[in-house]
């Protein structure tokens, strides 16, 4: 005995200060931004506090959208709606230069030359796309 | 170049929630979907216990015994414990205010989860008595909602201590 049943519905999270700025730099900037926080170095996205001892963060530091690939895992078999793209596409972690810390974000081309190591850019959605989202970077591409 | 990010947020992130699921029942739930076309109601019988279990399981989640002994339950029971709510969900076409009842079936030692209609949600009790409303002859599929609701029976409020270990 079998159903298929499908829940979907949309979902709104508030953001907070934090990630709103962060988001904000995004999308009006084109700028990704991380904060300074005890214990860490250089955090992005920004947490709003230290995980380490739980302090006030410190400045924000305006880190670069080139990066280093820390890890790498490719969906061969994208699902639909719960993926970015519908043709195979590689997670990854990148530290974006200036961070002490790696970001998730997605490689679209290329994939099966990503590795850890590879040195990547973010490739920008245009002006009038970015919304204050992630997605405000379309994906990351592997530079030479 | 700024050196901080834009004073005003983005104030929030909006996603789609993309769920597919495909249920396969195993032996024991498909039995007790299938005995639903039939307007039976099954459960299981702790072989240490004898406690009954509605759906029924294969063993006990209380005392780890087999579980396996199919007994008849009644479609009628006791209203355990209940909540009105009245708060709409996003995508789901409900009526308001609705009541989310556990019921305890007559022969059952847990309840199970019913609307119940046919009431003032304010008139909803522990306590309260209530029969199955089954959909029609022709229309059961052997699913959940082949029940449709339970309603008041109009018969006396079950005493707090039949019902009270059954929430």
């Known amino acids: 005995m079998e159903q298929a049943q499908t829940m979907e519905f949309p979902y709104k999270h508030s953001t907070g200060q934090t990630v709103g700025r962060f988001l904000a730099g995004l999308k009006e900037q084109k700028q990704i931004w991380g904060q300074r926080v005890a214990g860490l170095g250089v955090v992005v996205p920004p947490p709003g506090y230290s995980e380490v001892d739980g302090s006030e963060p410190g400045e924000w530091v305006a880190v670069k959208d080139t990066g280093v690939v820390t890890a790498v895992a490719v969906v061969r078999d994208p699902v639909d709606k719960l993926h970015p793209f519908s043709t195979p596409f590689a997670y990854i972690l990148v530290r974006l230069d200036g961070a002490d810390t790696a970001m998730a974000h997605v490689v679209k081309d290329d994939i099966h030359a990503v590795k850890v190591g590879s040195r990547v850019a973010a490739v920008w959605a245009p002006d009038e796309a970015r919304v204050g989202s992630m997605r405000d970077i379309a994906h990351f591409r592997l530079v030479p | ?167």
């Open chain 2, 1 to 167: 170049m700024a050196n901080e990010p834009p004073r005003d947020p983005v104030k929030y992130v909006e996603t789609h929630v993309y769920l597919p699921y495909h249920y396969v029942a195993g032996d024991s739930r498909a039995g007790y979907l299938r005995a639903l076309k039939d307007k039976k109601i099954l459960g299981s019988k702790c072989s240490k216990t004898g406690k009954v279990f509605v759906p029924p399981v294969v063993n006990s989640p209380e005392s780890f015994a087999p579980a396996d002994e199919l007994v008849e339950v009644a479609d009628r029971g006791i209203v355990t414990t209940f909540c009105v709510v009245r708060i709409p969900v996003t995508g789901r076409d409900l009526q308001l205010p609705y009541v989310a009842a556990s019921v305890a079936l007559d022969g059952a030692s847990v309840s199970i989860f019913a609307p119940i209609q046919e009431c003032a949600p304010d008139a909803v009790r522990m306590g309260m008595r209530v029969e199955a409303v089954w959909k029609a002859d022709g229309e059961r599929e052997g699913s959940h909602e082949d029940i449709l609701y339970f309603r008041p029976t109009g018969e006396p409020d079950a005493p707090q201590d039949s019902y009270i270990h059954r929430l």
